[in-house]
Nanobody, 117 residues
Framework: QVQLAESGGGLVQAGGSLRLSCAAS????????MNWYRQAPGKERELVAG???????NYADPVKGRFTISRDNDKNTVYLQMDSLKPEDTADYYC???????????WGKGTLVTVSS
């Protein structure tokens, strides 16, 4: 059974940092590209950052220069380092696994990030 388990969310003041983790099990982690998405209250879910199995990364414009995605294939874990957080970063953050350019096939349950002003 495939599981993606996010952790690391919480309450932080604007300008602060958080590091999210997503631990994967039940799948050949190294074969999958991994994405972080977020969904704020009343808004559509949006892609935040992605990392391919080869380590190439991409970021949504609102988080470029502030967020860093990385992966540790030995630990079957993908990370999202979030710095210089803003209130508009408040959302539920989800990790997802996908193969190549295909839509995600596995999702985590999410972790809540709240940034206070």
């Amino acid at each position: 059974q495939v599981q993606l388990a996010e952790s690391g969310g919480g309450l932080v003041q604007a300008g602060g940092s958080l590091r999210l983790s997503c631990a994967a099990s039940g799948l050949p982690f190294g074969a999958y590209s991994m994405n972080w998405y977020r969904q704020a209250p009343g808004k559509e879910r949006e892609l935040v950052a992605g990392i391919t199995r080869g380590g190439s990364t991409n970021y949504a414009d609102p988080v470029k220069g502030r967020f860093t995605i990385s992966r540790d294939n030995d630990k079957n874990t993908v990370y999202l380092q979030m710095d210089s957080l803003k209130p508009e970063d408040t959302a539920d953050y989800y990790c997802a696994a996908h193969l190549g350019a295909a839509p995600p096939v596995f999702w985590g349950k999410g972790t809540l990030v709240t940034v206070s002003s």
